[in-house]
């Protein structure tokens, strides 16, 4: 079976440092991996997707993940926070359909 | 473009009633999907149809129904709505059901039962 967890429920950064959302999954084959994002009372959008192609994914918005097998991990990281970063990012494995992890909300400091 | 277009937006029901809820996909995807969203829990599948014609039950099925009216168009029911059905609730399409494929969202409906 497969799932993700998403590691940290909320993560509050200042603007211009670092982010680091942290997502493991658990799948018995290779799996294809999503980061989503949701801004405050809309739809998801996706921000970038491996699929067992190159490790180091690069994404919309300057996020990038990494692929990670010996870890089980696909770790969101963006190397400078903005304002308008501020959302809940979901981790997703794909089997036939999408799962879902528990989300982290990412608060932006000024 | 429309993507995905869920009706209403938002809806008040009392315990016990019955509705309906729309979604249309104008990108000519084969799979649709419903998914429910509640605060710490991510998005729950409910139902999903992999194919015009095809309906699968999800993590989250029960108090619920689903339609595949035809390729652009998949609704939810609920028969007799319950507090816990509370939540809001996701349409997405993606052009296959691979594990490889992007599914696009619609904006959600808000659902409160009282």
């Known amino acids: 079976a497969q799932s993700v967890t998403q590691l940290d429920s909320h993560v509050s950064v200042s603007e211009g440092t670092p982010v680091l959302l942290r997502c493991n999954y658990s799948?018995?084959?290779?799996?294809?991996l999503f980061w989503y994002v949701q801004h405050p009372n809309k739809g998801l959008q996706l921000l970038l997707k491996?699929?067992?192609?190159?490790?180091l994914v690069k994404g919309i918005n300057g996020f990038e993940a990494e692929f990670k097998k010996s870890e089980t991990s696909f770790h969101l990281t963006k190397p400078s926070a903005h304002m308008s970063d501020a959302a809940e990012y979901f981790c997703?494995?794909?089997?036939?359909?999408?799962?879902f992890g528990t989300g982290t909300l990412l608060a932006v400091q000024p | 473009n429309a993507g995905v277009t869920q009706t209403p937006k938002f809806q008040v029901l009392k315990t016990g009633q019955s509705m309906t809820l729309q979604c249309a996909q104008d990108?000519?995807?084969?799979?649709m999907y419903w998914y429910r969203q509640d605060p710490g829990m991510g998005l729950r599948l409910i139902y999903y149809?992999?194919?015009?014609?095809?309906?699968d039950k999800g993590e989250v099925p029960n108090g619920y129904n689903v339609s595949r009216l035809n390729k652009r168009e998949f609704s939810l029911r609920l028969e007799s709505a319950a507090p816990s059905q509370t939540s809001v609730y996701f349409c997405?399409?993606?052009?296959?059901?691979?594990?490889?494929?992007?599914?696009?969202f619609g904006q959600g409906t808000r659902l409160t039962v009282v």
């Open positions: 997405a399409s993606s052009e296959r059901t691979a594990m490889n494929t992007e599914a696009f």
């Open positions: 799948s018995s084959y290779s799996p294809s």
């Open positions: 491996y699929t067992s192609a190159a490790t």
């Open positions: 997703v494995v794909g089997t036939n359909k999408l799962i």
């Open positions: 990108m000519n995807h084969n799979s």
């Open positions: 149809s992999a194919s015009e014609g095809t309906t």
